[in-house]
């Protein structure tokens, strides 16, 4: 059967690599992605507010999608700058989308969570899939909110919808949006454009992270998977590599001889030192088989070349 496909918050660091793989499955009959904004990403592009119930009804009722990949979002340090933007569209969004979905009954939804859904009394090493969950940014917390929503959807409604608790993802193709774990996609940037880094994060900071072609891997890998190997319908741990700003610098400066970094922490170190520092994310790899590609080196050696040819510059 061929799939009708649906991909909101599409302009995002997740969306862009997505709607790509997504376009290029022969299981896709079509593909359309919705943002606040015109998109330019070779599919059907709308202009879609997630907060706005009765558009995004509409848009569903009219486009008839098998499938949604909801990924609008107010990231985390975003969130908080502007915490009642953050709840509407995180969560009033989210309820609109799922209510659509059981309404026009999609065969699948997407959500992503994150590991901001844990808190400063979650397990920091090794994390595991069930644990205290105390988030303490507005971010967070709507992502934890988010959780139940779609477990209570699955159980209420039997509606299909997946989910995983993303690290901090890094991309080539799409600037920093807001997150606390962007220094490790901006650091490349200023490592290429002016060879020095100011971090907002201290030097040893340890956060999970995961390298954007592994992303979209588990997000189709999981989408593929039976339900009947399903075990976890809330969100599923996500792992993939755990590195600081100091060991993330000192890959860039075999890169590129001569690169610098210095410290500022801001508001943002606080929001990391809540988070974990590694997952166990064990229940993914036996339920659907999930296994990561890029260590620390590659992941390092394939952004920076990429992102060095992408700014126009020569790679060594």
Known sequence: M???ILVIGAGGQLGTELVQALAADPATAEIHAADLRHLDLGVPSLELDVVDKRAVFDIVDRLRPTHIYHLAAILSAAGERNPA????????GLMNVLDAAVAHQVRQVFWPS????FGPNTPRQHTPQHCTMDPNTVYGITKLTGERLVEYYHARFDLDVRSLRYP??????TEPGGGTTDYAIHIFHEAIRTGNYLCFL???????MMYIPDAVKATLDLMA???KT??????????????TP???AAEIERLQPGFTIEYAPDFRQQIATSWPESIDDSQARADWGWAHTFGLEAMARDMYTHLKQSLGAQVH
């Open 230 to 243: 399903l075990t976890v319908w809330s969100s599923y741990n996500l792992g993939a590599i755990s590195f």
């Open 85 to 92: 933007l953050a709840w509407q569209v995180n969560l009033d």
């Open 168 to 173: 901090g993802l890094i991309s080539w193709k």
């Open 202 to 208: 201290e030097a040893n900071t340890r956060l999970p």
């Open 2 to 4: 061929s799939n009708r």
């Open 225 to 227: 998977a039976p339900a």
């Open 114 to 117: 994150s590991i901001a859904a």
């Open 246 to 248: 100091a060991e993330l």
